[in-house]
């Protein structure tokens, strides 16, 4: 699309009003999931299959800093690594993710291996690895924002898992809790950076293409983790 770019302003409502409808908290599966619907063994099945895609979210990132040559966006950014893999061992989200699978009966060696992964869920994230590896600084950073999104299903969800899953230890729901401020920082982080940077209405529009794509993706991958069961 050509025309005069949108202004800051208008340009994050886009964004908004691009991505918000096609979230993931409106998949079928998360609807059940939130209502108390999932049987056991689908619970499993999501920690399980989801475990993939929390690995490749540090491999993006590395990825998104690998592309700027600006020490500040790095620094800025390198922190994400951290949330995810942690300072040391037993630390970060991965760790954080183990151990809710340690607390709804699954294996955490299995898990950690990835050998369950179903095919198309590995496919479906391996494909957001290849978005950001093919896409420019500024459209890569633009498809993390699903993250504006996460504070609001973290909130559901641990509401929705303290009522309807009792049996799960509460302590092992401390990922969500830890992405409910990380999340709103690291979408504050984006569009600052997004906003900057997209300055013109063509580039604008790749950044809208890329966060519709990483919805469409997260949708994807809840969409064979419901097909197979």
Known sequence: MTGEALSP???VERLRAEGAPRYHDHHPFNVRMHAGALSKEELRRWVQNRFYY????????ALILSKSDDPAFRRMWV????DHDGTGAGDGGLAEWLLLARAVGLDEGEVAACGQVLPGVRYACDAYVELVRTRSLVEAVASSLTEHFAPSIMRTRIAAWETHYPWVDETALLYFRQRVPRAARD????IAFVTRHASTRELQEACVRALVEKCKIL????DTI???G
């Open 79 to 82: 922190h994400r690594l951290q």
């Open 226 to 228: 419901a097909a197979s």
């Open 187 to 190: 979408a504050e982080e984006a």
């Open 54 to 61: 929390q690995t490749r979210i540090p491999i993006k990132d």
């Open 9 to 11: 302003e208008a340009f």
């Open 219 to 222: 949708w994807a991958m809840l």
